[in-house]
């Protein structure tokens, strides 16, 4: 819903948003003792590149896979950023915190730690709305990209070009989307980021692969 990535939000009652750590998925509990999960990665993506029908598809995505895993009471927001006019960051998304993943590990306690070196992401702990430990590198196919269109801070890029594919909209083998490692390992300007380690070949399905990705958030 930090591959997708999926985050989990609290509304001002009881109820929670998410993210959908493309993703990776993250969001804040309810209440300190409330460990149910409220951050994954997705276990599957639109099976079309990085086109996920736009943010909103991608949080009905994130949405969808929480419901199928039993956490459909919370409502999830993916944790990717936009750019252009009305464009967002995906650290604004997603509450704030502690995000907690399928098996009940802490992942991170706020936005700051979810954004610092402190961050719990691994291949052991970026696991899916399931709970199922994702390929990472050395294992084949690598599947360890997240796409999240974000800087390592969680805001979305001010450089020129696509860092989004179209906002999510795009499956060409033009543009780019910038995707971080869920396991923490590989190359890259930012090789141990979760969020932000390179931007992919491409937006198509066949491009994410080939970056070391499967179209996750």
């Known amino acids: 819903n930090y591959s997708p990535i999926g985050v989990l939000e609290m509304n001002k009652r009881t109820s929670l948003l998410s993210i959908g750590l493309a993703a990776l998925l993250a969001g804040p509990a309810a209440m300190a003792q409330d460990t149910g999960m409220s951050f994954f990665m997705t276990g599957s993506g639109s099976g079309d590149g990085a086109n996920l029908g736009g943010i909103a598809g991608a949080d009905a995505h994130c949405t969808a896979l929480a419901t199928a895993a039993g956490a459909g009471n919370r409502t999830w927001a993916a944790y990717l950023s936009t750019s252009g006019d009305g464009g967002e960051n995906a650290r604004d998304r997603i509450g704030s915190g502690p995000w907690y993943n399928a098996n009940g590990v802490m992942i991170a306690s706020d936005v700051d730690d979810l954004h610092s070196d402190n961050v719990q992401t691994s291949k052991e702990n970026s696991v899916s709305e399931t709970g199922a430990v994702i390929n990472g590198r050395g294992d084949t196919p690598n599947m360890h990209d997240v796409m999240t269109g974000s800087m390592m801070d969680g ?3 001010s450089a020129d070009g696509d860092t989004t594919c ?3 909209t795009s499956n060409s083998e033009d543009g780019s989307a910038l995707v971080g490692h869920h396991d923490r ?10 969020n932000s ?7 198509g399905q066949e491009n994410l692969q080939a970056t070391g990705g499967n179209g996750y958030f």
């Open 166 to 168: 179209g906002n999510w």
């Open 155 to 157: 805001t979305a890029s």
């Open 197 to 203: 380690a390179h931007p992919s070949r491409g937006c």
């Open 185 to 194: 390992q590989g190359g890259g300007d930012n090789p141990t980021s979760w």
